[in-house]
């Protein structure tokens, strides 16, 4: 097995104990008790967050390509058994773990959503909390959110290997330094004017689009907006709004 997994839990709330006060205090006493069924070594303020968002039905999930996403429960949940089969596969490609032990592993390869849409709840999206599928990200203010979730790709010692190429790209703490979020100004909207014109044009990815021609996006003091489906993305990197890139 892969002794090298990295550590995706660094946001320092995987190591700060929620007290049991503050978990009264935040979420009220009967749920706090039913939580705390959950977590028998008790809670730290990960937990926390990770209980407040099922709560909400929404896990505020990072997708590299576009920014923050408010995904409901259920969806998080699907996304999550895929993501974990995907790691059991790259496993194998790896030669950590054998064929016949990833066929025992898999929930979604191989097999029908209609077998396993069941089990898309909040107990399934707790599994993965524990294997830090999700993680919490360190960098949600560059998106002007206080809680962020990040794709952590690791159960156990097992991880995606392939890396965020997978994924298009996982937006770390380094990376979030050398972006611009929206709104922007006249100067970063004039800057990204340019950048669109050139070779390098950030085109459409949404699936209704990446199957035609793509649309290249149009920049606006909003974000980049695709002319046709409406999807906006509130971010640019800062080579493409003009500003220096701190590398
Ligand atoms: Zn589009």
Known sequence: MNSEAPAFDTHPHYRTPCSLSHLTATLGKRRAREIRSHYPD??????????????????????????PKSTPI??????GLRLADLVVSNGVARGFISEQEAQQQYVTIGRHPSEWRAICDADTLRMHHRNRVFVLSETPEAFGLTVLWEIGYSIGD???????EAFEQRTTAAMAAEMSTA??????????????????????????CSLTDQPVLEASAAGLTCPRCGEVRSWAWRAMTGEDVDV
């Open 74 to 79: 259920a969806l998080a949940a699907d996304f």
């Open 42 to 67: 008790g809670l730290t303020l990960a937990d926390l967050s990770f209980e407040q968002a099922i709560d909400a039905d929404n896990l505020t999930l990072l997708d590299g390509a576009w920014g």
């Open 158 to 164: 097992l991880n995606l290997g392939t890396g965020p």
């Open 183 to 208: 709104p922007f100004t006249p100067d970063q909207v004039a800057a990204l004017h340019v950048w669109q014109q050139g070779e390098t044009a950030v085109r459409c990815k949404a699936p209704e």
